[in-house]
Every structure is written in C-alpha cells, then in structure tokens.
C-alpha cells in the first residue's frame, strides 16, 4: 500500500471550489420516489446538466486555466475535445480575457461544435478514427505558443471536476455510494478524491457504455489498455484508454466499474425526460443507466449520482429517444 502523496487532494478540490465560487453554477440535487423505489435506495442526483456550458466539464477547464500566468493568458489557450471540454475552455478563455483554439472530431454533435463556436474559440477538426488529437493539439500548441488544457489527465483540472462531489456531500450529508460516469477518468477520479476524503466509507462506482470499456480492462489488468475507438451514442465517453493521471487515481479509489448497453442509456435517457423533467446527453444518463437497470447491484441506503451533462440537440434527442428508436 502506497502511502505517497496523490496528484490531487480533498484540499486541493477546496481550492478549487473557492475559485469557481461565483463563477461556475452550484447544480441542483434532484430528488425522485419512483427513481428511490426503483433503485431501492435514496437516490441523490446532482444535476451537472445546469451547469454553465452544459456540463460538469466547466468546474475544471475554467479551474484549469484560471491557474496561468498572466504572460500564458496573453498567448492563449489550446485544447482537445469531442464537445463538453472544448465548450467549457472556449467559455473559460472567454471569462479571462484570452483566446482558445480547439481541435474537435468532425463528427462531433453540431449542436456541441457551435457552441463552442459561438463562445468565440478557434476550431481545428480532425477524424477520430483515423488521427491523434493529442498530437495535432500538442502541436498546435507549440506552433503557437499556447497552454495546453487536457480534458481530464491534468491536477488542476480533476480537481475542478471533484468540486461536483463535494457540493453534493456538503448539501446533502455523508453518502454511502456515488455512482458517476467514466471517460477518461477525471470527473471520476476527482469525485472518488472528494467523497472518500471527507467519508471514507462511501464505494465509488463508475459507469461506461459496454462498447467503450477502456477503464474497466484496465483496472482488471492493473494497467492502462487500449481499446479500439468505441462506436457508441456516448460520445463523451468515446475514449480508446484511460488517462494516466486519471487511472493511477482511480486503481486506488474505485470500487467498481459497471456497464450499459446504448439502447440502456436511451431508456434511461427517456426516463430522465419523462419522470424527472430533464433533459440529459447519452454519457449524462450512463449513471443512470446503470441505476435503473440493476448493474450498480445492490446499493447501500444514500446514494449520490452526477448526472455529468445534458448538452444534445432537440433533433438528435428525438432521433434517439423517440417512437422506434
């Protein structure tokens, strides 16, 4: 057993909270008898869906880059992303004064790419099955001179994310599980930092579409692996490996992963809109996904859920939950 410091620490989330206070959104907690009868627990939803940008993703994009230099401000910002991330950076650069360049896959959701349009970033396209984001962002970057704000493997920027779950714990009390989606780990491994730091007893379970399950495999071979590029409508969640940053976290902190099938998490999809009265992206309704259909398994009394996003258009919404889909 390690007992090194980790990368990121409950006091670091505290930091991270105090800068964001009053810039990022204090989401609400949803609460829901049929969803707590269903589930046979207390189900406490923190909705990162009415976060600014749409997504929990702003906690740390903006943590992130609220931390350079005044010199590294002036040249810019770059980052990588297949939506929420490059939203949230463009949305953050805009906030303090700079610029932001984002290399988005060209078969991100429009709705996603628009908006970061709209937010006044730069936008650099590149196919996601065949070309390396991290390369031709790192290369941008260094062409350019700017401050590279990874989506997840970064201190600063899992500790933003981790400011999710230490609002819920702070609203609602101690938590005995906390369910919450995977990508590339940072949300999950900053959740996991805050919600053990403040009660160590709370298990930790993440969630991926079943044809994205990079963290998974390599949590059971205690190393990152890589999968082929999933093809699923979560597209958040698209990754091929893990973060290394991320994994080296969350191999110590979680108690599980689970996984949901994409005709699963457009059920849970439809039940967010129908039941709850929310309208949620396909990698924000994995966590419930896995609630609704059983594969969190049998879950202690209170249990937090992040439901990480609703940014998806009224078109593909309809294409995806309507009759016959």
């Known amino acids: 057993m390690t007992t090194s410091t980790p990368p990121v620490t409950l006091d670091d989330i505290r930091d991270a909270a105090a800068r964001l206070k009053g810039i990022a959104h204090r ?45 590294q401000l002036a040249r810019g910002i770059a980052a990588y992303s297949s939506g929420n991330h490059a939203q949230a950076v463009a949305l953050a650069a805009r906030e ?34 065949t070309g390396d984001r991290e390369a031709i962002a790192g290369a941008l970057a260094a062409e350019r001179g700017l401050s590279l704000i990874p989506p997840y493997d970064h201190p ?14 702070e609203e609602t009390g101690p938590l005995d599980a906390l369910i919450a989606p995977v990508g590339g780990g940072g949300l999950i491994a900053g959740s996991a930092t805050a919600a053990k730091g403040l009660h160590p007893g709370t298990r930790v379970i993440g969630v991926e579409p079943e044809a994205g399950d990079d963290t998974k495999r390599s949590l059971e071979a205690g190393r990152r692996v890589a999968v082929p590029v999933p093809r699923t ?10 973060g290394e940053l991320t994994f080296s976290l969350n191999r110590r902190l979680l108690d599980g992963i689970v996984l949901v099938r994409d005709e699963e998490i457009r059920d849970a999809m439809r039940f967010a809109f129908e039941r709850l009265k929310i309208v949620l992206e ?21 249990v937090g859920v992040i439901l990480s996003g609703g940014n998806i258009d009224a078109g593909r919404f309809a294409r995806l939950c309507g009759p016959g889909s």
């Not at 396909?282 to 209170?302: I, K, N, Y």
């Open 233 to 242: 409508i979560a597209d958040g969640q698209a990754l091929s490996t893990p």
């Open 156 to 169: 600063h920027v899992i500790a933003g994310q981790g400011t999710a779950a230490l609002e819920l714990v």
């Open 96 to 129: 303090l004064g700079t610029t932001a360049v984002i290399v988005m896959p060209e078969d991100a959701p429009p709705s996603k790419r628009d908006a970061t349009a709209g937010y006044g970033a730069e936008i650099v396209t590149y196919d996601r099955y």
């Open 282 to 302: 396909p990698s924000g309704a994995t966590p419930l996904a896995a609630l609704l259909t059983g594969r969190a398994g049998r879950l202690p009394g209170r």
């Open 27 to 71: 989401t609400p907690v949803l609460r829901s008898r049929t969803l707590d009868a269903l589930a046979g627990a207390e189900v406490l939803l923190k909705c990162e869906n009415f976060q600014r940008v749409g997504a929990f993703k702003f906690r740390g994009a903006y943590h992130a880059a609220s931390r350079l230099t005044p010199g």
